[in-house]
């Protein structure tokens, strides 16, 4: 059984999770606007992973007698300067994902709940992929900046991504 203010703080997060995907898929319809099918696809399933997010969360809820609660959404970003300026919000965005996450395990933690503990700690290791995808990113748009071909080049290389959710007990 959850503490209310576990339960409050686990139901922030499946709001923000699919606050995140949203936000997610706003990106990927400004790469589409710039014609940049790659990275278009890169927001897409970036945008799958965050419903996953979600979904991970409202089920855990549920497993632990809790209720989920499903807030309005404020309204995500919409317009960016450039594809650079599109990775270095996301990367800003997962920052905050993961010090919420943090923040989480500290309240975990805090109640000695270790059933939530366990499932944080996947959480945890995931956002230390999730920020390195963009750091890593940016780091060859800052390398190739004004040089069309090797845009494009990278566009082709992130239309590959796919989402693959994780194993059944992950
Ligand atoms: Fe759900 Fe990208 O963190």
Request: hydrophobic fraction near 40%; avoid cysteine.
């Amino acid at each position: 059984m959850l503490s209310e203010r576990l339960q409050k703080a686990l139901n922030a997060q499946v709001n923000y999770e699919f606050y995140s995907a949203y936000t997610y898929l706003a990106m990927s319809a400004y790469a589409e606007s710039e014609d940049l099918e790659g990275f278009a696809n890169f927001f897409k399933v970036q945008y799958e992973e965050e419903l996953f997010h979600a979904m991970k969360f409202y089920n855990y809820i549920n497993q632990m007698d809790g209720r989920v609660v499903i807030e309005s959404m404020e309204k995500p970003q919409v317009e960016y300067d450039s594809i650079l300026h599109l990775f270095e919000s996301g990367y800003e965005h997962e920052k905050t994902v993961t010090a919420k996450i943090y923040n989480l395990a500290d309240i975990a933690t805090e109640e000695k709940e270790h059933a939530t503990i366990s499932l944080l700690q996947w959480f945890i290791d995931e956002q230390v992929e999730e920020e390195q995808n963009f750091n890593t990113i940016i780091k060859k748009l800052k390398r190739i900046e004004s040089n069309p071909a090797a845009l494009y080049m990278l566009d082709d290389e992130l239309s590959t991504r796919v989402f693959t959710p994780p194993a059944a007990n992950a």
